[in-house]
């Protein structure tokens, strides 16, 4: 063999060897390019086994977790602002603003109590009536005239047992910030107002009252 041909030989040979380590080198990259890895955990996603595998069931509840909280409502929440005192919560004895100077409670006082009766002014020192109070959905209360007070001094002549004892005589309706209002509706007779003693406890009991 002629040696001066040997240095072309080489040159052959290395060309050769160069192109199949490209190729080879192009065989890894697309290999690797069909692989996934999650976490460490390399899975070809075409084996039949990778859509079982847990993989893409932990990338749905991922992305499950993101849409909640992405959908989630501002505005809801616990809300812990206090409220407003209201008659649902509130019990105790208010008087009438304006007249706090009745420390006593001997005429511009109410009790809220719901159970049994009590006492209410209806002319200063003079008329007086035994009153029930009866709480309804929208946690105004009704109140309903039981009798009149044996103590009265005036209206002894008025038609007591002619008023209605199931026709609400005034209402008391909750305010902002825990104050009450009272608002005085009348005696009634069979239903109807009765215009002659209409006014009796209007101007005393009719008002705003705040907790005493």
Avoid at 37 to 42: A, L, S, V
Wanted: aromatic share 8%.
């Amino acid at each position: 063999m002629n040696i001066n041909k040997f240095p072309l030989v080489f040159a052959l040979l290395f060309v050769v060897a160069s192109s199949c380590k490209n190729s080879n080198s192009g065989d890894d990259v697309k290999e690797s390019d069909d692989v996934i890895t999650i976490e460490g955990d390399t899975r070809d996603p075409n084996n039949p086994e990778f859509e079982g595998s847990g993989v893409t069931k932990d990338r749905n509840i991922y992305n499950e977790d993101i849409d909640s909280t992405n959908n989630e409502d501002p505005g809801s929440g616990n809300n812990t602002s206090n409220p407003d005192r209201s008659v649902s919560n509130t019990t105790g004895k208010y008087i009438k603003t304006g007249e706090e100077s009745d420390t006593n409670c001997h005429c511009y006082c109410v009790d809220l109590n719901t159970s049994g009766t009590q006492e209410l002014c209806l002319v200063p020192g003079e008329m007086y009536i035994s009153a029930r109070l009866q709480k309804n959905s929208d946690n105004s209360i009704d109140v309903f005239l039981v009798e009149p007070s044996a103590r009265n001094t005036q209206g002894k002549d008025m038609p007591w047992k002619d008023f209605d004892r199931n026709s609400a005589i005034a209402k008391i309706t909750p305010q902002s910030k825990g104050s009450i209002d009272l608002d005085w509706l009348g005696f009634k007779i069979n239903g109807d107002l009765a215009m002659d003693y209409a006014l009796f406890g209007k101007k005393t009991l009719e008002g705003e009252y705040k907790l005493k």
